[in-house]
T-cell receptor, first 111, second 114 residues
Framework: AQSVTQLDSQVPVFEEAPVELRCNYS??????LFWYVQYPNQGLQLLLK??????LVKGINGFEAEFNKSQTSFHLRKPSVHISDTAEYFC?????????FGTGTRLQVFP | GAGVSQSPSNKVTEKGKDVELRCDPI?????LYWYRQSLGQGLEFLIY????????KSGLPSDRFSAERTGGSVSTLTIQRTQQEDSAVYLC????????????FGPGTRLTVL
């Protein structure tokens, strides 16, 4: 079955520390990959996307992700997090025309 | 320009009642999608529209769920005879074309079935 897997349901981290949120996709889905962020009581906002070309993708708010075909991964990284990065992060892949989401990772940034 | 809007933002209803959820996509976007976000199921696809037609209804969880879109714009998701397991946040998204890469999401409607 086509799937997107986020291995960590929660990631606690201190402010200004680096963070990596992991995402793996099944090879049966397309390699159009996305990271969305959901702040408390808000809708989903696109952080970044990979469609083709450079495997290192830069997004908003200082986030970046690297597409790794051999490991079927698309991990999200930020070198130094802020309190305001506390949110739920969803990895997703396009399957034909609809998004298949991972289960989400809650990033909790502590002062 | 305005983003995707949804109404109501919150809806509390009694089991067995019907509810209608509304989505107003970004102007000019031909594709519209409904998703559901619940604690047990995460984010799941429900249905999408290209214009006024819905070629893929595979995600609708039961025949109590239906959706329509008129005039290629506003869409309504209707849940008949609501059950407690229907409690979730219902998210709407739109994109310029059906195969566009980026979908733009609305803030969602939180449905609580008592």
């Amino acid at each position: 079955a086509q799937s997107v897997t986020q291995l960590d349901s929660q990631v606690p981290v201190f402010e200004e520390a680096p963070v990596e949120l992991r995402c793996n996709y099944s090879s049966s889905v397309s390699v159009y990959l996305f990271w969305y962020v959901q702040y408390p009581n808000q809708g989903l906002q696109l952080l970044l996307k990979y469609l083709s070309g450079s495997t290192l993708v830069k997004g908003i708010n200082g986030f970046e992700a690297e597409f790794n075909k051999s490991q079927t991964s698309f991990h999200l990284r930020k070198p130094s997090v802020h309190i305001s990065d506390t949110a739920e992060y969803f990895c997703a892949a396009i399957n034909t025309d609809k998004l298949i989401f991972g289960t989400g990772t809650r990033l909790q940034v502590f002062p | 320009g305005a983003g995707v809007s949804q109404s109501p933002s919150n809806k509390v209803t009694e089991k067995g009642k019907d509810v209608e959820l509304r989505c107003d996509p970004i102007s000019g976007h031909t594709a519209l999608y409904w998703y559901r976000q619940s604690l047990g199921q995460g984010l799941e696809f429900l249905i999408y529209f290209q214009g006024n037609s819905a070629p893929d209804k595979s995600g609708l969880p039961s025949d109590r769920f239906s959706a329509e879109r008129t005039g290629g714009s506003v869409s309504t998701l209707t849940i008949q005879r609501t059950q407690q397991e229907d409690s979730a946040v219902y998210l709407c998204a739109s994109s310029p074309e059906l195969y566009s890469d980026t979908q733009y999401f609305g803030p969602g409607t939180r449905l609580t079935v008592l």
